[in-house]
């Protein structure tokens, strides 16, 4: 199926990103991965015996990517718009929350399921339970 809009673009080479084998970003200084990543992908996807990486994973380094081609497809519109950094930045998170919102509605991905737990909270009598 072929995009229609430039959204339905946008959102089809997120999604791809996305997909992608995940990546994480190295840091040197303290010798570690950062994996800062919220979602997961609903199904599985085939990964390398051996590999690290659960199939469900999408890397920081995913996101990152994801996030930069949404900054450098959108700027001339924030330019011609004469947005400030602050406004850019807003513009562009907005736009990648909705998509990572149809991609939750489509069933693409989904919050890691620990994550989601974790922020649960029942109210039960004045006391606080997990």
Not at 19 to 42: C, F, R
Request: negative net charge; proline residues 3%; aromatic residues 10%.
């Amino acid at each position: 199926m072929k995009p229609e809009t430039d959204y339905d673009i946008l959102k089809t080479v997120v999604t791809e990103i996305l997909l992608d084998y995940p990546k994480d970003t190295y840091n040197s200084i303290y010798d570690t991965y950062n994996e800062l990543s919220e979602w997961e992908l609903v199904s599985e996807r085939e990964v390398e015996e051996g590999s690290d990486y659960f199939s469900r994973d999408i890397g920081t380094e995913n996101i990152m990517t994801a996030m930069e081609y949404l900054f450098r497809n959108l700027l001339p519109v924030l330019v011609t718009n004469k947005l400030s950094q602050e406004g850019a930045n807003e513009v562009v998170n907005t736009i990648f929350i909705d998509i990572i919102n149809d991609l939750i509605e489509e069933k693409v991905i989904r919050r890691i399921p620990e994550i989601y737990r974790e922020e649960l909270k029942v109210i039960n009598g004045g006391k606080e339970n997990i």
